[in-house]
């Protein structure tokens, strides 16, 4: 999964994700107007308004980039309708050809970390019968518990060909709480780091690509470039670009000189790119276009500012 | 709600809390035979097999314990035929007066916690109307992206009079690989647990006690002490008696001399109690009468190993 998540990168020129986290507050009235005609202001009105605000925003980027991130959370609060939403979403996402990157930060001991595992990456055993319950092609996994709530996710990742990215250094302001917290006068993300290189050791693509990822916001450039040297052949999954204020700029350090080796995420950004001043001339109703725009610019500013500099900078 | 456990506790004399993790192979033959007769061996019949377990376990101790605590994952790796069963056995459970504790170990940045917290403890807002989506009591949260990832559970557990169980030091065998690391000179947990009665401060019950609570693991009882002196009035809740090796004689110092401030979890010696040589006698048909005898013996363990202990060895 990680090899075709490379090559979808080289064939879009994208190093991209868009991330489908649908907050209420996003969705244009029509659709929920539409929702809750038919199903009332209802958690399944919710759903409904969820799945149709996603299909037409999958159906005007499907061709241009190479994987969603749905965040497991925007679905869950509205309960099982609302993760009848986030299975929809994934499965149309995979007919149209994208990769399906769960943004799920599961964690636990062993044996409940493989249920999780056999949840969102694999399969589950009824009887005699195997089911693939929610079909995502990578997830996000939380590292606080050690390797032995690590283990049995990498195990079914590699026996289903999937992969995970797992937090090292997360985006958000507080992050440096634990995170940046000094052991043995480095910083506690490189030794997680460190074990995420350790983890994905036997599970690597034709690319020299691991399927085992990391997570490293893109508001902190700086750790970026240090766990980029650290993690060398781990794909790094950078959220914070836009809304959260990394900058286009500050990325060019987390790309190899091959160009791969980080895909960064955009969800607000793209999904809600019609309540921006700039798009505002699509308006409501032709909001999915306003999301294809900000694709088209993303991928624009990320070749301008990343490729034409990560070639002079790196060395 | 954590006034409400206490008071459960105290009439119940069971600091005890009964993990709901539903494994198929913890689950009697004729329960599943039942459920794949009526729905197939599909999801539905797996997630219908889950759900008859737990009901016929709930029905059997809901009188002795105050409190249980279902594993997201058992019922995730079903996908939403689980999930429905994990929302049908929280909401039997409340019916029944039992405190649920959602074992979700959920966390993520600021607004994205805030939609974890809304579904499983606080309430969704479709057009006019609010929903309860999950209904839990108490959830766990994994707090590895520190401050910012946190508050916005607190500040819902707040709200909805509820409360959260932190993960500081867990039961697993490799918690130690990040969580005991030294940070000036300190291991990581007692960090964590000194946030934890920060993040807390303001959402104390009448008893003294904070919502906001901690997870340490039953299997580390020297840290367990440690932690029990920097977080008096913190609620623990105790992972690891029994199948993971912690017993009842090491859990004394999780408690103050009051008798209060731990809450013990077993789930497979009481879900499972039927496939031990010491429960046999009741058979498979019996399982829930196992259950129920497994409960009693363990009420009485902890009465006997730690109460009578508790009051000698605390100063």
Redesign the interface.
């Known amino acids: 999964m990680i090899d075709l998540l490379i090559e979808k990168i080289k064939q879009t020129s994208a190093p991209i994700v868009v991330g489908l986290?649908p907050?209420?507050k996003f969705i244009p009235g029509h659709i929920?107007k539409n929702a809750?005609a038919e199903f009332g202001?209802?958690?399944t009105?919710?759903g409904e308004a969820i799945w149709q605000y996603n299909k037409a925003i999958i159906d005007h980027i499907y061709d241009l980039v190479p994987a969603v991130k749905p965040?497991a959370?925007?679905y869950?609060?509205?309960?099982?309708e609302?993760?009848?939403a986030f299975?929809k979403t994934a499965a149309y996402c995979k007919e149209k050809g994208l990769i399906v990157i769960g943004d799920v930060?599961?964690?636990?001991?062993?044996?409940?970390?493989e249920?999780?595992a056999?949840?969102?990456l694999g399969k589950?055993?009824?009887?005699?019968?195997y089911?693939y319950?929610?079909q995502e092609d990578f997830i996000t996994v939380?590292?606080?518990?050690?390797?032995?709530?690590i283990k049995p996710f990498v195990a079914i990742a590699k026996e289903e060909n999937k992969g995970l990215f797992i937090?090292v250094k997360?985006?958000?302001?507080?992050?440096?709480?634990?995170?940046d917290?000094?052991?043995?006068e480095r910083p506690?993300y490189e030794?997680?780091a460190e074990?995420v290189v350790e983890w994905g050791i036997d599970h690597v693509g034709q690319y020299g690509y691991g399927y085992i990822g990391a997570v490293v916001g893109a508001t902190y450039p700086e750790q970026g470039k240090r766990l980029r040297e650290i993690m060398p052949k781990v794909f790094i999954l950078v959220p914070g670009y836009g809304a959260q204020g990394g900058k286009a700029s500050d990325l060019a350090h987390f790309f190899n000189p091959d160009g791969l080796g980080a895909i960064i995420n955009s969800s607000r950004g793209i999904i809600a790119a019609y309540q921006e001043e700039k798009y505002a001339e699509f308006g409501e109703e032709r909001f999915a276009e306003a999301s294809r725009a900000a694709v088209i610019e993303m991928i624009e500013d990320i070749k301008t500012k990343i490729f034409s500099k990560s070639v002079k900078d790196t060395d």
Request: hydrophobic fraction near 35%.
């Open positions: 986290d907050m209420m929920k809750f202001e209802t958690l009105g919710a965040q959370a925007m869950e609060q509205f309960g099982l609302g993760l009848k299975s930060k599961r964690g636990d001991i062993g044996s409940t970390s249920a999780y056999i949840g969102h589950v055993k009824v009887g005699n019968n089911f319950p929610f939380n590292p606080y518990l050690g390797s032995d709530g937090l997360t985006s958000n302001p507080s992050s440096g709480e634990f995170q917290k000094l052991v043995e506690l030794l997680v074990k």
